[in-house]
């Protein structure tokens, strides 16, 4: 239970220094603070406070505020669910937070009286904007309340007296975030609330002559009255993640923790003014807001360069360390490849494939193994983004499978992008095709075979001698023929038909209208389909026919001759633009019905069941694994033509093994920064993550006490919380780089909805699950940003790719100047992502009593403690190393306020101190500045610590990157340590690698 003891005798010394009554202040002042011990007895069992709610509406919308005040950032804040439709009283609490659906519950104007009467005896109330209606406006300070007709986009501030200042700068701050939403134009048609033209009230934030939050002297007690926006109803804002309605469109860390933040500044408002100062979470060790990197290692490029170990040689230049999420499926940024990949067939009869969950990242298929690695023929090595496709990006690979060399295996046939033919030798299938090496075709002289550009292959005796002929369509609009003379050698017989396009002709050769007669059917990047019709005499005579296509998107249409359904007619497969397979089924007679399409159980990342390919798809059938299924082969332009890093044919292996090795022996984090889409199923998300736990255990790489960031961001949309639960489930235990599916920016480093980002643990059924806190967006942040997420001493959890060649260098160095800078100006340690999830833990878990020491005086002693001891991100040592920030009230300001603790220092007129012993805080005689007596001001990890006479002693219970900071000059023999300059001229001692202990001398 925390404890606030009676602090009656030692603040008795204050009592009538502090005058006033309630509601004699001036406008826009509150009168001054009265610390009473009346006052101060009723924060003896900690701080009471009780959400009201009706349960019999059926509204569970009350969760979400419950959920919040469940893990306050507020230490000694207590919270209960009191449903009024039952028995209840209201006489054991400090503060209420009443939900809406009270004011429609049976009894509320009996309910209305006593919340009105608990105000008036000193308690303090948390109104949301809906109670305007409800409540009399001299209990609210109002003289009228007025709808707001649109966004209120200028808003003004007043000078309000220092205990209001907490929640006008939270809203202030949600006021400037929220209209830097992406989104922010969707806000004109919703519901904004009503302001209020106040009468008594205190505004804190005004709009066009409306005061949109005020707070409200009733009696001896306070009423808090929000704006419309703030807490957020157009946001998930419920540590369960569950959508209330339509109009939540995202969980935004911003809103849900605005609205924290301001319900605990209510409460630190109500506890200054009556108690005297307010005890707030701190999310880092001893004190201290803690910040890491959260580097994405995951390009091959930077697998093959040893950028991990490089980055992390330029973090010991500045005194950082590294903090690595590995991907899975390996990839070159920005590259987009023609290269070929294959669903399986599941069934003889009918046209079904599964997805190869293995190498979903960006193609549905398993890649065609050519000469060892991935098929890939032309590349664009500057192709943009895997969010964005690109029309005017027209290459892709266009295969044909046959067994061209006749030795009883099936080959492959590629046309690229630069119009030469290549063969791929088969050499059978083992969980892909797998061929040689593609070697460009030759006619009877040798010289390469070639249509100029974009060649178009389809494969066949044209002539009737037995020997496979090739019929090739190209970028000039025409289809050309290469006879067969055996020996994989080809005659150049020119042109056989032009379609008159100017655009890139796609062919295909089989009967479509069942006369007996082959039939030539084209398609084109241009959106024709063409096809001139065999006779007995071939096709001369016969001129080319539009082929009507209806249901197809986009341009492209590559067509394949096949029997889908197996009803002996002939239909068309078509591959799209999108990367689709569209099945057009025929009539027997040359005509088509609309468009179905290849699906499969998954949705892809554009949301449809469409197996998903590259750009620019090319379809052909063929039994690839010979178990009687025929399986469908794509050739396409793919983004990064992945690699799972386990897979035999990941090229940069024992690159990766050597820098994953290096990050172990030297004590770095590493972690997963897991794929999933914006559709993933928890079936398709368990499988990735299982399979990505298998990826990192085959490099020998712990995998019991790790965290995860999103690949692409995304969480899938099925479920607000389903991919952090799954996450859970599979034994992760935080992601710290997330972005909603739905949101139209989805980049939480450059993202107002991630900004303010305070950390909590997703509940599930009551139970607290996964930890989750985004990533900053200090590096690519608009310019007050970062002062924002100080400002709250929001964990930072800096997003960085690392992979860089050895040019690249200089800007990461650059960067991590940046960091540097940022960590100097705000005061934060510098730790690694697992030792940050674990303090925030313990921070979370944080459990604080206080009693008066002694008979007289302000003088208390804190102890702090942990709640839970048997959660998994639980550590006795973190939880022992906890701090909390003292914020002092209008009526202690200017006291001379002294400490015993191991390791404190002032931020401004907050004091902030470790907690790892029980600390004494008290007021003594006013001191000259700097009398302290020398202590420490930073130990950035878990350490049991001891004082002498002139000397400290701190032995680290963690390793990586130690860090410690005095508060005047000092110096050290403890052998390895290095001592640097500390920011406000004491000296910072620093060492990396395994856990150590240092000696401190003070004194240069």
């Not at 298998?694 to 006490?705: C, F, I, K, Q």
């Not at 991590?816 to 921070?843: D, P, T």
Request: aromatic share 12%; with cysteine.
């Amino acid at each position: 239970m925390k404890k606030f003891l009676s602090l009656a005798v030692c603040c008795a010394m204050l009592l009538g220094l502090f005058t006033g009554c309630a509601g004699s202040g001036k406008p826009n002042e509150l009168s001054a603070a009265v610390l009473s011990s009346d006052a101060l007895d009723a924060v003896q069992d900690g701080l009471r406070v009780a959400v009201l709610y009706d349960g019999s509406s059926g509204d569970a919308t009350w969760e979400d505020l419950y959920s919040r005040l469940c893990q306050p950032l507020l230490l000694g804040m207590e919270a209960e669910a009191v449903d009024v439709s039952q028995a209840y009283s209201l006489a054991a609490y400090d503060l209420l937070y009443p939900d809406e659906t009270i004011m429609t519950a049976d009894g509320a104007d009996a309910l209305r009286e006593e919340i009105c009467a608990f105000v008036e005896k000193g308690g303090g109330v948390y109104l949301t904007n809906g109670f305007y209606s409800f409540f009399d406006r001299k209990f609210l300070g109002a003289r009228k309340f007025t709808p707001l007709k649109s966004y209120p986009y200028e808003m003004t501030y007043p000078a309000v007296n220092g205990d209001l200042q907490k929640m006008q700068t939270v809203t202030q701050d949600f006021y400037t975030l929220y209209r830097a939403y992406d989104d922010f134009a969707a806000l004109e048609g919703l519901d904004c609330g009503v302001g209020m033209k106040p009468s008594t009230a205190v505004t804190l934030c005004a709009s066009d002559g409306l005061t949109l939050s005020a707070v409200n002297e009733y009696g001896e007690g306070y009423v808090f009255w929000a704006s419309g926006l703030l807490p957020n109803p157009y946001c998930i804002s419920g540590t369960m993640l569950e959508q209330r309605g339509e109009e939540q469109r995202y969980l935004s860390d911003t809103a849900m923790s605005a609205a924290r933040l301001l319900e605990s500044a209510f409460a630190a408002f109500w506890q200054e003014r009556t108690a005297g100062f307010s005890a707030w979470k701190i999310f880092g060790s001893f004190g201290t807001p803690a910040m890491s990197w959260e580097l994405h290692f995951e390009e091959l490029g930077g697998f093959a360069d040893g950028s991990g170990v490089a980055f992390a040689e330029l973090c010991r230049k500045y005194a950082q360390i590294p903090s690595y999420t590995t991907v899975r499926n390996s990839y070159t940024w920005f590259a987009r490849n023609e290269t070929v990949s294959s669903l399986l067939g599941q069934s003889a009869d009918t046209l079904s494939f599964a997805m190869d969950l293995y190498e979903n990242a960006y193609s549905s298929g398993a890649h065609v193994a050519a000469g060892g690695e991935w098929l890939s023929l032309a590349m664009i090595e500057e192709g943009g983004s895997y969010f964005k496709d690109y029309p005017e990006y027209d290459l892709r690979a266009y295969p044909a499978v046959c067994d061209l060399d006749g030795d009883g295996t099936l080959d492959l046939l590629c046309g690229s992008s630069d119009g030469l033919l290549y063969f791929c030798r088969g050499k059978g299938y083992d969980g892909r095709m797998v061929t040689e090496a593609p070697v460009p075709l030759t006619d009877q002289s040798g010289a390469q075979l070639s249509v100029g550009g974009y060649s178009a292959p389809t494969t066949g005796d044209w002539d009737g001698d037995g020997i496979t002929d090739i019929l090739c369509g190209a970028a000039d609009g025409k289809v050309y023929l290469f006879r067969g003379l055996g020996g994989l050698r080809y005659a150049a017989a020119g042109a056989v038909a032009d379609t008159g396009l100017a655009s890139q002709v796609l062919p295909d050769w089989n009967d479509l209208n069942g006369d007996g007669y082959a039939d030539l059917i084209c398609g084109s990047n241009a959106g024709k389909l063409l096809v001139q019709y065999g006779t007995a005499q071939g096709l001369a005579g016969s001129g080319f026919q539009p082929v009507a296509v209806s249901g197809v998107d986009g341009n492209w249409l590559a067509p394949r001759v096949y029997d889908a359904d197996g009803d002996g007619t002939a239909d068309l497969l078509l591959g799209t633009f999108d990367g689709y397979v569209a099945i057009l089924h025929g009539d027997g007679n040359g005509a088509f019905a609309p468009a179905a399409f290849v699906d499969l159980e998954e949705q892809n990342y554009k949301g449809n069941h469409h197996a998903k390919f590259g750009n620019n798809c090319v379809p052909v059938m063929a039994d690839l694994n010979g178990d009687g299924c025929d399986d469908l082969l794509c050739g396409s332009l793919e983004y990064g033509l992945a690699y799972p890093i386990d897979s035999p044919y990941f090229p940069y292996r024992e690159e990766l093994a050597a820098q994953l090795s290096y990050f172990i022996n030297n004590q770095m984090y590493v972690g997963m920064h897991y794929y999933t889409s914006a559709y993933s199923s928890a079936e398709r998300e368990a499988y990735e993550l299982q399979a990505h736990l298998d990826a990192l255990e085959s490099y020998g790489m712990p995998t019991d006490r790790i965290g995860a960031t999103q690949h692409t961001w995304f969480t899938s949309s099925l479920s607000p919380s389903q991919s952090f639960l799954s996450q859970w489930d599979a034994g992760l235990l935080w992601n710290t780089g997330y972005a909603a599916p739905n949101d139209p920016y989805p980049y939480p480093q450059n993202n107002a909805h991630s900004v303010i980002s305070m950390p909590f643990f997703v509940t599930r059924n009551g139970e607290q699950t996964i930890l989750l806190q985004n990533c900053a967006s200090l590096l690519y942040a608009e310019e007050s940003w970062p002062d924002m997420s100080a400002r709250y001493g929001m964990p930072m959890c800096v997003y960085y790719h690392c992979d860089f060649t050895a040019e690249d260098s200089a800007a990461s160095e650059d960067k991590i100047r940046q960091v540097q800078a940022f960590r100097e100006k705000y005061g934060y340690n510098f730790v690694m992502e697992n030792q940050l999830a674990s303090a925030v833990a313990a921070a979370i878990n944080l459990d604080l009593s206080v009693e008066r020491n002694g008979t007289g005086g302000f003088d208390l002693m804190l102890r702090g403690a942990g709640e839970e001891t048997d959660f998994p991100l639980y550590d006795a040592a973190y939880q022992n190393a906890c701090g909390v920030r003292l914020c002092f009230g209008e009526a202690m300001r200017g006291r001379a306020i002294r400490t015993d603790a191991d390791v404190w220092y002032w931020d401004g007129d907050d004091l902030c101190i470790g907690l790892n012993r029980p600390v004494r805080v008290y007021e003594t005689e006013e001191a000259a500045e700097g009398d302290d007596p020398a202590h420490l001001t930073l130990v950035n990890l878990p350490a049991e610590i001891t004082a002498a006479e002139g000397q400290v002693e701190v032995a680290f219970a963690a390793g990586g990157y130690m860090e410690a900071e005095t508060s005047v000059p000092a110096a050290t023999a403890s052998a390895g340590w290095e001592t640097r300059p500390g920011v406000n001229g004491g000296t910072r001692f620093i060492k990396y690698g395994a856990a150590d202990t240092l000696v401190i001398e003070y004194g240069e």
